[in-house]
């Protein structure tokens, strides 16, 4: 009976051994599984993916805001005037931009430069609109004058850079090749080239149109250039005749002075 007893002890405490080594093999297995599964994550994430994995617990909006690479746009306050320059008489404003200056730039800034010139036109027209509403003087108004300057001074520069361009490539001078015609009334005019799909001996639309003059229009041809020459010649006498009054009146005041 004691034998017996003891080899079911012995027994007991072998079961209870293996019990304790498999209870504490489980988790060590649990953390390799977990080890490995991240691994094979971290060698199968694509390159092209931008968060990465949240450890740190932070939110996904913190993850996304280095995202984020456009400027800071406002609404509609960006068609007036800056808050500061509200209620004041005079704005102090720079000098248009000049065509030596614009040449130095490079296409990509004009670019940029045109459509911030656009911006603060649109914001002086919106100033200019609510200061007649209101019915008072627009603050520093020349400022409109100067983009409207160097809006113009940048389209000439843009428009030498195109023909420049053309005259290298193709040899035109203009965008759209043409030669100097006449009308049925002698008037001459530049006629600009078209593309038709068929011969311009069989269109009867190009057909129709007349470049030529006929012989009964050269009597008014000569009395038309006769007409403006008398009218050059009037507007002559009379700038003259304005002058010469001009030299009067201010003579006689600085001898009155």
Request: with cysteine.
């Amino acid at each position: 009976m004691a034998a017996t007893s003891a080899g079911r002890a012995l027994s007991l405490c072998r079961q209870f051994q293996k019990s304790l080594s498999i209870s504490t093999a489980l988790p060590l297995q649990h953390t390799n599984v977990l080890t490995s599964c991240k691994a094979q994550l971290s060698t199968f994430r694509p390159k092209f993916c931008l968060l990465h994995i949240n450890n740190m617990g932070t939110s996904l909006a913190q993850q996304c805001r280095a995202l984020h690479t456009s400027q800071w746009r406002r609404g509609l306050e960006e068609f007036f005037d800056e808050t500061p320059n509200w209620g004041e008489p005079t704005v102090k404003s720079g000098a248009p931009w000049t065509a030596k200056q614009l040449r130095t730039k490079s296409s990509e800034d004009l670019h940029k430069l045109w459509y911030v010139l656009l911006k603060e036109k649109n914001m002086l027209l919106t100033v200019e609109q609510e200061a007649k509403r209101q019915r008072v003087q627009m603050p520093s108004p020349e400022r409109l004058t100067k983009i409207e300057r160097s809006m113009k001074r940048l389209d000439t520069i843009v428009q030498e850079r195109e023909n420049a361009l053309r005259l290298l490539q193709t040899g035109q001078e203009r965008a759209r090749p043409g030669t100097w015609r006449k009308d049925f009334l002698g008037r001459t005019f530049w006629y600009r080239f078209k593309e038709y799909p068929i011969p311009w001996y069989l269109n009867r639309r190009y057909k129709r149109k007349r470049f030529f003059t006929p012989i009964f229009v050269d009597s008014f041809i000569r009395l038309r250039i006769e007409s403006h020459l008398h009218s050059k010649i009037l507007k002559k006498k009379a700038d003259l005749e304005n002058k010469r009054k001009l030299q009067e009146k201010f003579s006689k005041l600085s001898a009155t002075t």
